[in-house]
């Protein structure tokens, strides 16, 4: 059977509007499972945005052994 995947990272340039979510929050471990959404109103000239989706999230350097991103 396939699995199911969670969003961690949405991405818009009106977040509240799409996902309902307060853009660019910060992450704690306490929300760190949660998806954010970061917005894109300054996107560089080029128009490509480069992301993680750990970056930034406490557990993110030891993912791979985190119980809540894995």
């Known amino acids: ?7 961690y990272q949405y991405y ?9 979510i307060e853009p660019n929050q910060d ?3 306490q929300n760190e499972q949660e998806a954010i959404c ?3 109103d300054r996107l560089p000239t080029n128009r490509k945005a480069y992301f993680s989706t750990i970056d930034k999230r ?4 030891t993912y791979q052994t985190s119980p809540v991103l894995l």
């Open 1 to 7: 059977m396939g699995r199911i995947w969670t969003p």
């Open 12 to 20: 818009s340039r009106d977040c509240r509007r799409v996902y309902g």
């Open 27 to 29: 992450i704690t471990r």
């Open 38 to 40: 970061t917005s894109l």
């Open 58 to 61: 406490p557990s993110g350097t």
